[in-house]
Structure formats: structure tokens, C-alpha cells
T-cell receptor, first 115, second 114 residues
Framework: NAGVTQTPKFQVLKTGQSMTLQCAQD?????MSWYRQDPGMGLRLIHY???????DQGEVPNGYNVSRSTTEDFPLRLLSAAPSQTSVYFC??????????????FGPGTRLTVT | QQQVKQSPQSLIVQKGGISIINCAYE??????FPWYQQFPGKGPALLIA?????SEKKEGRFTISFNKSAKQFSLHIMDSQPGDSATYFC?????????????FGTGTRLKVLA
């Protein structure tokens, strides 16, 4: 198992550009989520999905879109990048959304800089 | 009511010492409290977790103490080692009414001196 994979590892964007951060898991997990990590702010939930075709907003969803067409993939789209979106982004997955005691696995992260 | 407050922000401990990180929550509906460990350049990884019906859980050198009435929980790292140097996050989960979220604390950067 590769676990949770994320691409790219690093990305620099100009203000107003769009891009998609890729996330994939090969563990057949129902639950997938995106977090951003900023200094002194911890991990904040952007969007999550409880299964293919089902997504919902987290704490900080503005400026981001997600979709979940397959169990394996959960891409995060930045429609028009802003400097405030400079952050490290983590994708995570868990086998089921219904029991939070199951371990949540994190990917290695994508470091995004918006200039 | 959804916040989890974590302290201290940073911690320096001598090798062999005890590291203590504290968290406090407000929402009594939280039903699961994990701790995550993150090394530089890596994603967080689950370290240890506890449910609110248990007052203490120990795994090796790592212990969670849980005080339900005070709405506080803490991570104790006994015999701290330089390899424990990392950022630690507490979290609380809320699984009610179709929401399946973790709320994370702001993190504690631990440095263990050799």
C-alpha cells in the first residue's frame, strides 16, 4: 500500500492563477479530508468527503472546491489563488466516517506559495 | 465551542525528562481525543488516543491523562528522547448529526536536548 499520496510536493503560484492539488489513497477508505496548516494555527479542516459523490465544508472552505468522483481520489481546487492561501496542505483519509476512533492517515503534504 | 486550546506553544526538555502538553476543550459532545506527532516535512501521524470514559491511557513512554469534569486532557512523555523532538497536536472529534470532523489544537513544538 502506498497509503495517502499527494502531488505536487511544492508549488508556487501567482495571484489569480488556478490549480488542483491531487490526493489519492489506495486503502479503500470512505472518508477523506483536506487540511491546511499555518504557523500558530494548527490544522484547519477545509473540506471533507464521506464517500464518492458526497462532500461537505469544513472550517475554512472559502476559495477552495472539491469533488469526489471515485473512492480513491479527492482533488482540491484553488479557483483564483490569493496570498492568504500560502500554506501547507494535507490530505487525510480514514476507513469510515462513522467511527472517529479509526486511525486517520495523513499524506506528506503540499507546500504552496502564492506570490 | 468548537475550539481546542493547546499549551505550551513550544517546550524544551532535557533528555530523560518528562514532557507535558496540555489541551482544553469546550464542547462536551466531543467523543474521541487523539494526539498526533509530526516530524519536519512529514504529515501528522497518530500517536495515542483516548475516549472520555477513561481517565488515563498509557502506551510505552506516552500517557494521556483525561479530566472530563475540567474538560482537559494532557500528553505526558516520560524519559523524553531527542528522537521525540517533533510537533504534537491534540485533537477532538465530533461525530453527531452527520458531521465527522476533527478539531485540532494549535500544536506544541517539542525539542529534547541530548
Amino acid at each position: 500500500n502506498a497509503g495517502v499520496t499527494q502531488t505536487p510536493k511544492f508549488q508556487v503560484l501567482k495571484t489569480g492563477q488556478s490549480m488542483t492539488l491531487q490526493c489519492a489513497q489506495d486503502m479503500n477508505h470512505e472518508y477523506m479530508s483536506w487540511y491546511r496548516q499555518d504557523p500558530g494555527m494548527g490544522l484547519r479542516l477545509i473540506h471533507y468527503s464521506v464517500g464518492a459523490g458526497i462532500t461537505d465544508q469544513g472550517e475554512v472552505p472559502n476559495g477552495y472546491n472539491v469533488s469526489r468522483s471515485t473512492t480513491e481520489d479527492f482533488p482540491l481546487r484553488l479557483l483564483s489563488a490569493a496570498p492568504s492561501q500560502t500554506s501547507v496542505y494535507f490530505c487525510a483519509s480514514r476507513i469510515t466516517p462513522r467511527d472517529s476512533s479509526y486511525e486517520q492517515y495523513f499524506g506528506p503534504g503540499t507546500r504552496l506559495t502564492v506570490t | 465551542q468548537q475550539q481546542v486550546k493547546q499549551s505550551p506553544q513550544s517546550l524544551i526538555v532535557q533528555k530523560g525528562g518528562i514532557s507535558i502538553i496540555n489541551c482544553a476543550y469546550e464542547n462536551t459532545a466531543f467523543d474521541y481525543f487523539p494526539w498526533y506527532q509530526q516530524f519536519p516535512g512529514k504529515g501528522p501521524a497518530l500517536l495515542i488516543a483516548i475516549r472520555p470514559d477513561v481517565s488515563e491511557k498509557k502506551e510505552g513512554r506516552f500517557t494521556i491523562s483525561f479530566n472530563k469534569s475540567a474538560k482537559q486532557f494532557s500528553l505526558h512523555i516520560m524519559d523524553s528522547q531527542p528522537g521525540d523532538s517533533a510537533t504534537y497536536f491534540c485533537a477532538a472529534s465530533l461525530t453527531t448529526s452527520g458531521t465527522y470532523k476533527y478539531i485540532f489544537g494549535t500544536g506544541t513544538r517539542l525539542k529534547v536536548l541530548a
